[in-house]
């Protein structure tokens, strides 16, 4: 196969029987998430780890080895690259246990990887090589070409060997001067007739010794380990999707109608796979994201490999949640609610999903404050947006008195209204909560925080802009009667002022011997009532702000 081909013309830069190596080299292999992609129904990684662990015992035991690699930890970084083995005589089997243990998953910083890798080896001041092996193109907005010009210019002897793994020509070309810039070759692994030319055209060192020759695989009967290669893309013509947990594949026995019959006999989760069933008709369920449903039937025949592929027409998003525009992480905090055709579904901070072709709307809500758009998806491709939802934050603060005694009660009942009211004289309610010391996120604008503890009630305007944070601290006017009746059934507070009719209004009501309540500053009467013919007792209290006022009725 053509990429095992390619790691054997990577053999073919390390050993010195062929291209003569340097003393100290590191490969820079691409560890990028398209190595999920398929050859002949297997995974390229999967290709690259079988067909490295072949030809590493074969390097010279005078080259001193390293590996780095890329894309490998994190999706989205450029700066994803990591030296896993320094250049060192004998790594080969290390090299080849690191490369088994790595999942590809992110971008292609190949760039910056050969600068490091050049770096490392210490171009500068000695003899340098690099072989880079990439299935793609730079992702990271930098000039392989510029590096390669100024590796040369300061390299002590610095050479660049690039391997392009599925590459047209036109892609070869955009890599092929890291390679041509300082001195290296490169080798397009196009198909095995480029690789075999390739590989004859870089046999330039000292004659080989004879080896016994060795059985040739390919005049062997070979016999498929599986009669079935399942694959899914995004798009007609796209690369096949790799690992990945948001498709469900099940497999149906057909039935007459062509339609699934029974019970599924599979159940796999990833983008595509290999495997072996009895010779027949079969139909594949397939779902993306738990939204994206097709139906793919495939036929089964003794001796052959059936060959199945889903299109979805479909793209993956990645929305971004934000207070302000300038905010560079997703707010943890926002819900986003996706929508498309009869189907939607709540995401919390970071969102990245899969969604059909066409129009999808997005909802971001932070508290309150709420953002709605519309976006378009194109079939294979990614879409990256920035969802802005306008907020801010509000520490809820309350005090007995201006600038007196802080409350430290999670009795207080904190609540975010409109400074206007409607015509029924009602404020509209942007958010509550309970507790002094909590937070309540809130749209931007002019509000009132309003705040309430026992009897007493407070507000305090305020004026707050998107990803601005303030403290807001409203003035209850309030201080603490705690009244005790030994004996009473009932305790009840009065206003001590009389109307004019001569009647005292009640303030409180409460049943038992003991009371303590938050009320405004002023005179009250405290009446105690008992079972009985005993006769009810008053006792005149005044309360003042932010004070404590003990009422003992005996």
Known sequence: MRFSAAFALLLSILSPSLVQAADRTIVVLDASGSMWGQIDGRSKIEIARETIGKVLPSVSKDTELGLMVYGHRDKGSCSDIELVVPPAKGTEAEIANVVNGITPKGKTPLTQAVREAAEALKYTEEKATVVLVTDGLETCQ???????AELESKGVDFTAHVVGFGLTEEEGKKVSCLAEGTGGQYFQASDA????????????GPPMVKQPAEPVEQAKPVQPEYNTVLESRLSEGGPPIGESSDIQWKIFKAGANGEPEGDYIALEYKGGYSATYPAGKYIADVMLNSSIERKVPFEIKDGEVAKASVNFDAGYLIITPKRTPQDTAADDNAAVLIGFGDYSTT????????????NVSLKGTIGAATAEETVAVKAGETLEHDLV???????????????????????????????????????KSFGNTYGTGTKLDTPTGDFILAAKLGLVRGETPFSIKAGERKDVTVNLNGGVIAITAPGAEKIEIYE???????????VATAFGTEYTETVPPGDYIVRASYEGDRAQKDMPATVKAAERTEVAVQ
């Open 496 to 506: 001590a002022k009389k109307d004019i009719q001569g009647n005292q209004k009640i």
């Open 389 to 427: 939802i306008g907020s801010g934050v509000i520490d809820n603060k309350a005090v007995y008195a201006e600038g007196g005694l802080a409350v430290d009660s999670s009795e207080v009942f904190f609540e975010i209204l409109s400074p206007q009211k409607d015509i029924n004289g009602d404020r």
């Open 193 to 204: 007739s480029q690789l075999v030319a390739a590989l004859a055209a870089t046999v330039a």
């Open 347 to 358: 995401y919390y901070g970071l969102t990245k999903f899969y969604a059909p072709a066409g």
């Open 142 to 148: 930098a000039d392989p070409c510029a590096l390669a």
